[in-house]
């Protein structure tokens, strides 16, 4: 059996450097916007970190003269007259400081947005790219919902790391440093107040932080597993009503329900507790400093004046703000890590067929195929094919036989080069097919599979996803070849859902027309008629009579009357062929296929 890939239990902290530094290979290829992104958010964090110095002189050149002139006056009995000139000025500035500030907001939040939104589009297409690409034994091991997990959850955790939390890390630090610099300027006895706290906040933040990031890799873990339980079921739905295992089922879900409620609990508690904390601590550092700084302001000599005073209280309320920022960056970084590894080791799989460099194109090939000492197992330990040497010349007909698990299915797969061989070599035409491209080796291909897929769309075109060039006419003849004539009026109904409005017959000749209409030079039947009822069987035999004259035609099937024609029927067991003939030599022979034709008879 292989192993089914799940999400990794992560326990320790990783690296964050390496994980930043590739997430932001993709906003890079945006950097023209990060100009005017970057611009915007160093306007807004320098502005708000100037504000209280405007307060500062507001206080200390407009307010507090007048106050005194106007208290100085109402004492001589004279009728106090107010200068609005300063009161306007400050106003002035405050405004437009406010109004830069705003359009400021506005652009780095319009281009945060597009950073965002063109990141996470390229990791999608990239990840989908990756998805067409990756080997067969890749999807042996991969549950469904693990990968729709990637694909959707996980690229929008990480593109929030270069856009919005990028944001708040700028942000913050630019606030920070341009905060500590004013402040020192002022009063470093008022600074030493405020910085006395941050260890402590930083201190508590760290802890809160590791606790918060545990149980939100844990949370998420268990979401992508549960999620791929959810839609194994749903799509198990039949089998779960037609063995009464709805209770069983909804167990399972359950009980990953409630380890996720208990995580996401655990989680959100302790994030909750962070922000109370910073208004404690920054409450704090805002006592003191009106405590100390009273004093001060009260002793002239120390220079600390009431617009000082008023300036030193508002940083130290929102001083705390972007360390709150800094450290909920840090925590998004390392809560995002596990879906960056994830995303970025599926972008780094290993995809075990593909075009080594330098290779050729396939003529239009005859349809020869040699097994050349071919060594094949999926694991390790397991061998499936050891030293098998066949020849199948083009245009004959070969039908595959045998018990299940023998290696029938796997036979084809290394035709199909799904899967390539660990030993030997498969040749097409005389030419190891490691040696020529993918592609044009499965243009010439066709293969009808037991279970048929149907993409959303008409019947029309889920058959022209064998030959998209192909014309109504030619559908219809081939539809006319199947023994389907009824089809051709429904070319333009809708299939819905993987082929809900269909029968499992429908879909299978439909599959069948989609091969048919591509005229492959190599054709492969896994079951291709186990779907349609014995009249509509008999029907399409003719025209599969037809359809694998002049190619060379791979059968699998458990009917056995359904291959009495084929030209050679091969008697597989573990991997081997034991026995090679046609219908009537065989059953002369008296052997495995004897066996088996007659015990099916009866």
């Known amino acids: ?111 945060a947005g597009k950073i965002e939104e063109h990141v996470v589009r390229d990791l999608r297409m990239d990840l989908f790219e990756k998805y067409q690409r990756l080997s067969f034994s890749f999807y042996d091991r991969s549950a469904i919902g693990w990968l729709i997990s990637r694909i959707t959850s996980d690229t929008d955790r990480v593109t929030d790391l270069i856009s919005w939390g990028f944001l708040s890390l700028i942000w913050g630090v630019i606030m920070i440093i ?49 999620t791929a339980v959810f839609a194994e079921h749903v799509n198990g739905v039949e089998v779960n009503k037609t063995t009464a295992q709805e209770e069983s089922a909804l167990g399972t879900f359950s009980s990953y329900s409630t380890r996720m409620r208990k995580a996401s609990f655990l989680s959100s508690f302790y994030s909750a507790t962070y922000t109370p904390l910073v208004v404690m601590v920054g409450s704090v550092a805002a006592a003191l400093v009106i405590y100390w700084g009273g004093h001060m302001t009260l002793e002239v000599s120390t220079g600390i004046t009431l617009g000082v005073l008023a300036a030193f209280f508002g940083y130290a309320r929102i001083i705390y703000d972007p360390i709150l920022d800094i450290t909920r960056y840090y925590a998004m970084a390392q809560s995002n890590l596990s879906a960056g590894e994830r995303i970025f080791s599926l972008l780094d799989e290993k995809i075990e067929v593909y075009d080594r460099d330098g290779v050729s194109d396939y003529e239009p090939i005859r349809g020869d195929i040699e097994f050349d000492d071919v060594h094949f197992h999926y694991v390790e330990d397991k061998p499936i094919m050891q030293g098998l040497n066949l020849k199948i010349n083009a245009g004959e007909s070969v039908a595959l036989v045998g018990p299940s698990g023998e290696g029938k299915s796997t036979f084809t797969s290394i035709i199909s080069r799904f899967y390539e061989p660990t030993a030997g070599a498969l040749k097409i035409d005389g030419h190891d097919y490691k040696n020529r491209t993918l592609e044009s080796l499965r243009k010439q291909l066709g293969i009808i599979l037991q ?67 591509k005229d492959p030079k190599i054709l492969i039947m896994d079951e291709a008629t186990s779907s349609v009822d014995t009249l509509a069987e008999a029907r399409i035999q003719k025209g599969v009579e037809q359809l ?55």
């Open 178 to 226: 341009t905060c500590l610099i004013v402040m020192t300027l002022y009063s470093i006895q008022l600074t030493m107040i405020i910085l006395f706290t941050i260890p402590a906040l930083l201190l508590f933040s760290v802890k809160l932080r590791m606790l918060v990031l545990k149980y939100s890799r844990e949370a998420r873990r268990i979401r992508s597993e549960m």
């Open 451 to 517: 279970t048929p897929h149907m993409f959303s769309g008409t019947i029309a075109e889920n058959i022209l996803y064998g030959n998209r060039a192909a014309s109504r006419e030619e559908i219809a003849q081939v539809l006319h070849l199947i023994g389907a004539p009824e089809m051709i009026d429904r070319l333009d109904e809708p299939v819905g859902e993987e082929g809900s409005t269909l029968s499992m017959g429908e879909k299978q000749l439909i599959s069948f027309a989609r091969v048919i209409l």
């Open 1 to 111: 059996m292989i192993e089914q890939r799940s999400d990794e239990a992560f326990h320790e902290p990783r690296a964050l450097w390496p994980f930043v530094k590739r997430i932001f290979t993709y906003a890079m290829r945006y950097r023209g916007w990060f100009l005017p992104f970057s611009v915007g958010i160093v306007l807004v964090a320098i502005i708000e970190a100037v504000m209280p110095l405007v307060w500062l002189e507001y206080i200390d050149t407009a307010i507090t003269p007048l106050v005194r002139e106007y208290k100085d006056a109402i004492a001589s009995g004279l009728t106090p007259e107010i200068e609005w000139d300063l009161l306007i000025k400050y106003g002035l500035i405050y405004l437009g400081l406010s109004v830069v500030q705003i359009a400021a907001t506005g652009v780095f939040i319009y281009y």
């Open 548 to 602: 694998i004259k002049n190619r060379t035609s791979i059968i699998i099937a458990h009917r056995l009357s359904t291959i009495r024609n084929c030209d050679r029927i091969l008697v597989i067991r573990k991997g081997d062929v034991i026995e090679d003939g046609n219908h009537d030599a065989l059953i002369a022979e008296k052997g495995h296929y004897y066996e088996l034709y007659t015990r099916q008879a009866r």
